[in-house]
Structures are given as structure tokens and as C-alpha cells.
């Protein structure tokens, strides 16, 4: 964009100010659709007017309730999970998680620790990353991975949401699981002395 | 009229200003002596005038020759000026017999001239001043010019332990975290040694060092902290010395306007660490250490 501009000021000298004058550039912004979420509410307990099971005067509750939330599907655009560690939604809080999901970074980092004379052996776990959307029997994953030395990070994906079916996957390679499912997780275990300077971005996961 | 001679028992410890401190009322003058300017090692000479009588030392309790105030100074030997000795100086340490058969440990004979040597070993930077009547000759030290640079590719210049990279493929080969137990209970523990491990590439050298000062001079290097699983070397391709944290370790010889390039490399020795539910709860693997330079300038 370029500007000029002259103004003189004297009563008997016209206005010369001249417009600004735009050369307009192209701006390209890609955009990337993450997963979507459908949950079901039930109603639990709480008052209905006119309902026949949820109208009980003294039996269903008026402001409050027992509702409970299920998650029915989780769908990924073109069945690609994609992770950029800028919230933790599919961080897995019911499970260890002692890696640094770093959102203010977007990276999953070994350690939070600068430190390059100790060793950390960590662990991510996600919850459910694609459900109810389609059977998974084939997956390739890919990560960014940042390394320091000689560390390593390990990747590990279940596609029944068992705790005793994950099998190890490994970066930019396809794999056909030997258990297959409609719920995936995934699991990524980091070994070595790298800390903060060993981590991954950008983690994608196509089944 | 009294005797001819004076008899010195020397019976604690026996510096140098103390011998001088005895034979004062005895030496009528000294001369040719100057100041020296000198690295670690230092030798001056002198002569001086007895004009009374026969001095005699004794030293029953042969106690070695020490240098008093000992300020920067590690050693002293005495030598008195004698051409039947290659050297032209014959050591005196005040505990052999300076004559056999007899006694006395050293004798300044009556109404003469002769002339000494000392030796002394001291911080090459250091300036001794050494003062005593008339004699009061000064080591001057020098300085070493050493500079010396971290490859600007090390994480922290300050700790140069931050960087090695040992395999961490051994941790895998002995903790096998596809078993779906393992990863969810996090109970595992790993144990391993390795040898020679260097920095993280793509570090080549980890120092370099260039003499840009006039005097040749020794390199040595003291670890900071021990640690029983780790052992710290300073070399190159063809050796590795082994850092100590009680002395400073000899690495090598620069000269002047030379430039020398080393590694720092490690050994891990039965590292381990212990995890319950993927806390550590056990850990000896941590290698943290510095290390500090020492320059000692060599003899022309």
C-alpha cells in the first residue's frame, strides 16, 4: 500500500490534499474445520409441564435436575482428526496425562522443564478423537515432531476404546489395526532428556 | 674474646625468612640480586658477606625448608654456589649433613663471599615480594592470555552438561511400553549404562581455545561436583582425560597463537529411574556439572 498526501493551509491557496491512494493485496487465510461433537442430554428428573413422566408434582425437580451428557459421535472432516494443542477438549483428564499440553505454544511438549541433564519418560492420553464415525481398520498418523538428541516419542492408538487393545503406530506410516473399532484414542509416550525442547505440533491422525 | 663460630638449632619448622632472620647480625651486605619475572617456576640468585664468624644450622627434627608468608607460593629449594655440581649449584635442603660426618645441616663459613640460588614454585600470575634487610628480591608474575569460546550452538553456556544425548533406545529396549499394562498402571523402572557419550549434534566442538597471549602454557580443567554415575572427559580423536573434582587435570600444551578444539564427553554409569503411575518416585539419572579452566604458563 502506498500514501501520499500534501495539504497547504493558506486561506487563499485551494486544498491540494489528495486521497490516499491502496494497492490492494491478496491475503490468503486457510482455515481448518476441527472435529464436531454431538452430545445427547437426557432430561434426568427435571420438571416438564404437561409431561406425562417429567410432570410429577414433588417427584421431578424444578430448577435443578440429574440430566446426563453423552457424547453420541465424534466426526472428523474427510475422517482426519486433527490436533493443534491450542485447547485441551480431547486431553483425556481421567488419565495420566504428565507431558506438557502447552496451549500456549500449540505443541505437546516432553517436559515443561528446560532442564537437559535429567530424563523424563512422559505420557499423553487423549479421549475420544473419532466415534460413531465409520469403523477404523486403517489409520495413518502424522505429527511434526521437534527432537532433542536422542529422544524419542512413541505412538500408540486403540480404535475399540480399550484400555488393553492399543497398538503402537508410527509416524507418517499407514497401519491396518489388528483390533478394529468406531472408537478411537489415542496414547503418545515421550522418552529422553529434551524437556521443553522435545515435542510435537500439528497432530493428525487419517483413518 | 668469644668463639668463632655460632650454632643454629633449628627446631620447628625452617622457612627462609627465618634463616635469613638468624644470619642478619652476621651478614654484613647483599648484592647481585634482581627482581625476576617468572611463570610458576621462578630462580633468582644472590650473594652476600660474612664478615664474623662460622655459622652452623642444625635441624634435628629434619623438617623440610618452607617459604613464609606462603601467600601464592608452593615450594622452595635452596641452592648455594658450587662449580664441582653440573647444575653450578649445589641443593641444600637443611636435613642432609653438608658434611659427612658431621652434623650440621649448613654452614656459612667466616669472613667470606658466596653466593645462593632459590627456587621457588608459585601461581603463575602471582607476585611474590619477598623482603629481608638488604635482600628483597621480587617474583614478579605474569599474566596467561587464554581465550576461550562455547560453540554458539550449546544451549547454555554456562552448563555445559545440558547437552549430551545419550540413546534413550536402551530405556525402550528395557521398558516395553506397547504392553497396554504398562501404560496404563505407568509402573516401570529402567536401568543402564553407556560409554562415551557426546553432545547433541550437530555440535562439533564444544570448546575452543586459542593462546593469544607471548608465553606457552598448560591447559588443565576441575569438575565441579562429584557423581557416582557420571564421569566427565575433556579430548579429541585420539585421547579423553578424565575430569577430577579435587584437582585441576592436565589437558594439554597450547602455544602461542595456537588454537586447540575439544569435546566434552561422558559416561552414564548404572542410571536409572523408577516410575509409579508415571510419577518418578526414583531417580539417579540426573548428570548436571560445570567445569573451570586453569591456565599455567610453561618456562621459556
Redesign the interface.
Known amino acids: 500500500m502506498t500514501a501520499t498526501r500534501e495539504n497547504k493551509e493558506a486561506l487563499d491557496v485551494p486544498d491540494d490534499t489528495r486521497l490516499i491512494e491502496t494497492n490492494r493485496v491478496n491475503e490468503k487465510v486457510q482455515m481448518e474445520e476441527g472435529s464436531s461433537i454431538i452430545r445427547r442430554q437426557t432430561y434426568g428428573d427435571a420438571f416438564i409441564l404437561s409431561s406425562s413422566q417429567n410432570g410429577v408434582l414433588a417427584t421431578d425437580t424444578l430448577g435443578a435436575s440429574t440430566r446426563v451428557t453423552t457424547t453420541e459421535s465424534i466426526v472428523n472432516v474427510n475422517s482426519v482428526f486433527r490436533e493443534q494443542f491450542r485447547d485441551i477438549t480431547f486431553q483425556d483428564i481421567t488419565q495420566?496425562n504428565?507431558a506438557d499440553w502447552d496451549t500456549s505454544t500449540g505443541r505437546l511438549k516432553m517436559s515443561s522443564s528446560s532442564?537437559?541433564?535429567?530424563?523424563y519418560?512422559?505420557?499423553a492420553n487423549f479421549s475420544s478423537i473419532a466415534l460413531n464415525d465409520g469403523t477404523v481398520a486403517t489409520i495413518t498418523l502424522l505429527a511434526d515432531e521437534t527432537k532433542?538428541?536422542?529422544?524419542?516419542i512413541?505412538y500408540?492408538l486403540t480404535a475399540d476404546s480399550g484400555?488393553?487393545?492399543?497398538e503402537?503406530v508410527f509416524n507418517n506410516i499407514e497401519i491396518t489395526l489388528a483390533n478394529t473399532g468406531i472408537d478411537m484414542l489415542a496414547?503418545i509416550?515421550m522418552?529422553?532428556?529434551g524437556g521443553r525442547?522435545t515435542f510435537i505440533e500439528n497432530f493428525r491422525v487419517m483413518y | 674474646m668469644g668463639t668463632r663460630y655460632k650454632r643454629f638449632y633449628i627446631t620447628g619448622a625452617l622457612s627462609i625468612l627465618g634463616i635469613f632472620a638468624l644470619i642478619a647480625p652476621f651478614i654484613e651486605n647483599y648484592y647481585d640480586y634482581e627482581d625476576v619475572t617468572c611463570g610458576t617456576e621462578c630462580w633468582t640468585t644472590f650473594c652476600m658477606k660474612n664478615s664474623n664468624k662460622n655459622l652452623y644450622f642444625y635441624n634435628k627434627q629434619e623438617l623440610p625448608l618452607t617459604f613464609d608468608p606462603v601467600q601464592s607460593v608452593h615450594s622452595v629449594e635452596f641452592f648455594k654456589k658450587d662449580r664441582r655440581f653440573k647444575t653450578g649449584y649445589r641443593p641444600i635442603d637443611f636435613i642432609t649433613p653438608y658434611t659427612k660426618n658431621r652434623l650440621y645441616v649448613f654452614k656459612i663459613p667466616a669472613y667470606s663471599v658466596t653466593c645462593y640460588g632459590i627456587k621457588i614454585t608459585k601461581d603463575s600470575a602471582a607476585t611474590v615480594k619477598w623482603t629481608f634487610a638488604g635482600l628483597d628480591p621480587t617474583f614478579f608474575g605474569v599474566s596467561a592470555n587464554l581465550t576461550f569460546n562455547l560453540s554458539a550452538l550449546l544451549?547454555d553456556p554456562n552448563?555445559v552438561?545440558?547437552?549430551?544425548?545419550?540413546?534413550?533406545?536402551r530405556?525402550?529396549d528395557l521398558?516395553n511400553?506397547?504392553d497396554?499394562?504398562t501404560?496404563?498402571i505407568?509402573n516401570?523402572s529402567w536401568n543402564f549404562t553407556e560409554f562415551n557419550i557426546s553432545t547433541?549434534?550437530p555440535v562439533p566442538w564444544v570448546y575452543n581455545f586459542t593462546n593469544t597471549g607471548n608465553t606457552n602454557f598448560t591447559l588443565s580443567a576441575l569438575l565441579n561436583k562429584t557423581s557416582t554415575v557420571v564421569d566427565v572427559f575433556i579430548g579429541n580423536d585420539t585421547f579423553r582425560v578424565n575430569l577430577s573434582t579435587t584437582t585441576f587435570k592436565d589437558i594439554v600444551n597450547i602455544t602461542v597463537n595456537e588454537t586447540k578444539l575439544f569435546n566434552v564427553t561422558i559416561d552414564l554409569i548404572n542410571?536409572s529411574?523408577e516410575?509409579d503411575?508415571?510419577?518418578?518416585v526414583k531417580?539417579t539419572?540426573?548428570?548436571?556439572?560445570n567445569i573451570t579452566f586453569n591456565v599455567t604458563l610453561l618456562p621459556d
Request: aromatic share 18%; net charge negative.
Open positions: 495420566q504428565t532442564n537437559h541433564a535429567t530424563v519418560n512422559t505420557i532433542f538428541g536422542n529422544d524419542s512413541r500408540f484400555d488393553t487393545t492399543y503402537e496414547r509416550i522418552v529422553g532428556n525442547d | 544451549d552448563n552438561s545440558q547437552n549430551f544425548a545419550p540413546n534413550w533406545s530405556v525402550l521398558v511400553f506397547s497396554n499394562f501404560q496404563v505407568g516401570f547433541a549434534t542410571i529411574q516410575y503411575n508415571w510419577t518418578l531417580n539419572a540426573e548428570w548436571g556439572f
